[in-house]
């Protein structure tokens, strides 16, 4: 059974840096399109980006030009790499590949 595993979360203050990432278990990663959502508190979660199996990457306006996706499939990892980090951007992030999600992992930023 796939599952998904978030990490790299954290504490950062505003302009800062953080590189996520989402370990695909129990199966393939390179056979899937992963996408990055995250929920801020008291809103609904929102699609940020995806990057597919063969490499191409999409991204929401409001991260376009300051998060970048990539993957190695050798490990079975996709990285989400956040600069230029706001205090809007704190929220819970997700990784999902098709119905299947990952537990989250929290970013913060605040000074």
């Known amino acids: 059974q796939v599952q998904l595993v978030e990490s790299g979360g954290g504490l950062v203050q505003p302009g800062g840096s953080l590189r996520l990432s989402c370990v695909v278990t129990g199966g393939t990663g390179g056979t899937y399109s992963i996408h990055w959502y995250r929920q801020a508190p008291g809103k609904q979660r929102e699609w940020i980006a995806v990057?597919?199996?063969?490499?191409?990457?999409s991204y929401m306006d409001f991260v376009k030009g300051r998060f970048t996706l990539s993957r190695d499939d050798s490990k079975n990892t996709v990285y989400l790499q956040m600069f230029g980090l706001k205090p809007e951007d704190t929220a819970v992030y997700f990784c999902?590949?098709?119905?299947?999600w990952g537990q989250g992992t929290q970013v913060t930023v605040s000074s």
């Open positions: 999902n590949a098709k119905t299947v």
């Open positions: 990057i597919t199996n063969t490499g191409d990457t």
